[in-house]
Structures are given as structure tokens and as C-alpha cells.
């Protein structure tokens, strides 16, 4: 198999499990370095194992993204590992159900904007000076389609989906002199958590489905990891400041 990512280095937030893990793996397959970095040793150890069996040099961070001095430790890790960083994926978001507007309260906010908008930023600016320094790299940032269009339910989740798609337009413009790519993908796929939602609610979630063109939610791997993987590589070396929609349709811009 061909190695585009090959003498690469990825970070990949939050994969201890689900897409993140999904990502980390296609990233290895096509050649990268992987540190991944997540809250639960054990889920981390699993992960390691899974990439290394499959010839990646790989290792694992314990660290919560929400805590600036955890992101630059795992930066550090990878640097002394492997000697930089080219890829950062920032995948780790908390989530605590339904909640509406009215009933957002200040730990809710805390919970979702610690790990989403702030764990993004720490991620992002302790890898800037690093790829600067390599003279480029790319960063990929998670958002989601029930941000965009605002969701009932959602209130904290789409605040901080849609703190760090603008975040990453303004670091695309001011990054880009410095051949650092920054994009958002917008994914929807048969998560664990979506597949607890489609098993306690299979009414609202056959609702949902009627809404995505394709008529299935994306798997983690083919749909979604495949998609990050190729975006972080030189085929899409001239695109930045962009947001994906990987929902099978479900929003369209005009």
C-alpha cells in the first residue's frame, strides 16, 4: 500500500476511542507517526497496541486537552519522539446529552468549551511555532452540522463547534504565510455515542436519517478517517480555511 504520510508526525486528540481512534489508525496505515492523546490510560494502551500491531510507531499521552500544560506535554512527548509535529487533528469533545438553552449552566459551558473550543486553541498554538519551524504542516479541526443549524438541544455543543470553526478560519489567514493549513470537517458518522441515540431513540434518529441524502450515517473509518487522512495530505496542499461537510448530504451551502 502506498504511504503518502510517510517521515510524518499526527497528533490525534481524544482517541481513545471511536473516530478518534479510526482516524489514528488510517493516519498510521498511510505511513504517520502517531501520538494519540486522550483522558483513560487503559482506552489509550488498547489504541497503541491496535497501531503498532499494524507496524506504526506509535505512542500514547494521558492528558486532559482542557489543561493547557497536558496539550504542551503531549507536544513535547511528540517532539522528543519523533522530533515534530506535521498533522494535528483535534477531535476531543465532551458531551453531556441534552440540554437546552435556558438550562445551560456554567459547568455545562466549562464541560463542552474546556474541551472543544479551548483544548482546540492550546492544541493549535502549541503546534504553530513547531510547524512553522518545519516549514509547514496541517491542521484539522472537528465541527459538526447540527452546529450550523442550530439544533434545539444543542446549545453548549454548538457553541463550541462553532467557536472553533471560526478560530480556524482566522488561523487559516494568519497561518498561512507559514505553510500551515487549517480545515474543519464536519462528520457524521455511527459514533458510539450515535449509536446509543439511533438504540434509545430510533424514532427521532429514522427522523434524522430521512434528512441525509445518502440515506446512511458515515462510517468512522471509509467515510470519515479516510477523508482526514487524504485532507492531511498533499493532494489537498492547497486548501485551507474550509469546511467540509462529510454528513452524506445532510447540509447543503448554496
Not at 145 to 150: D, E, N, R, Y
Not at 164 to 186: F, K, L, Q, T, Y
Not at 204 to 216: Q, S
Amino acid at each position: 500500500m502506498d504511504k503518502p504520510l510517510s517521515n510524518k508526525t499526527a497528533i490525534v486528540t481524544g482517541a481513545g476511542q471511536g473516530l478518534g481512534r479510526a482516524i489514528a489508525m488510517v493516519l498510521a496505515e498511510r505511513g504517520a507517526n502517531i501520538v494519540i492523546n486522550g483522558r483513560t490510560q487503559s482506552k489509550l494502551d488498547s489504541v497503541v497496541a491496535e497501531l503498532r500491531g499494524i507496524g506504526a510507531e506509535a505512542m500514547a499521552i494521558t492528558g486532559d486537552v482542557a489543561r493547557r500544560a497536558d496539550v504542551e506535554a503531549t507536544l513535547a512527548a511528540a517532539v522528543d519522539a519523533f522530533g515534530g509535529v506535521d498533522i494535528l487533528v483535534n477531535n476531543a469533545q465532551a458531551t453531556a446529552g441534552n440540554v437546552r438553552v435556558a438550562d445551560i449552566d456554567d459547568a455545562t459551558v466549562d464541560l463542552y468549551f474546556g474541551s472543544g473550543a479551548l483544548g482546540t486553541l492550546y492544541s493549535m498554538q502549541a503546534c504553530y511555532p513547531v510547524m512553522k519551524q518545519r516549514g509547514g504542516g496541517t491542521i484539522i479541526n472537528l465541527g459538526s452540522s447540527t452546529a450550523i443549524t442550530g439544533d434545539p438541544g444543542f446549545g453548549p455543543y454548538v457553541m463550541t463547534k462553532e467557536a472553533i470553526r471560526g478560530i480556524s478560519r482566522v488561523a487559516a489567514r494568519e497561518w498561512g504565510p507559514d505553510n500551515i493549513r487549517v480545515n474543519v470537517i464536519c462528520p457524521a458518522a455511527l459514533t458510539p455515542p450515535a449509536r446509543v441515540f439511533r438504540d434509545e431513540h430510533p424514532d427521532a434518529f429514522a427522523r434524522m436519517l430521512k434528512t441525509v441524502p445518502l440515506g446512511r450515517m458515515g462510517d468512522e473509518v471509509d467515510d470519515i478517517a479516510n477523508a482526514v487522512a487524504a485532507l492531511a495530505g498533499d493532494d489537498f496542499r492547497y486548501l485551507t480555511g474550509a469546511t467540509l461537510m462529510l454528513d452524506g448530504g445532510r447540509l447543503l451551502f448554496p
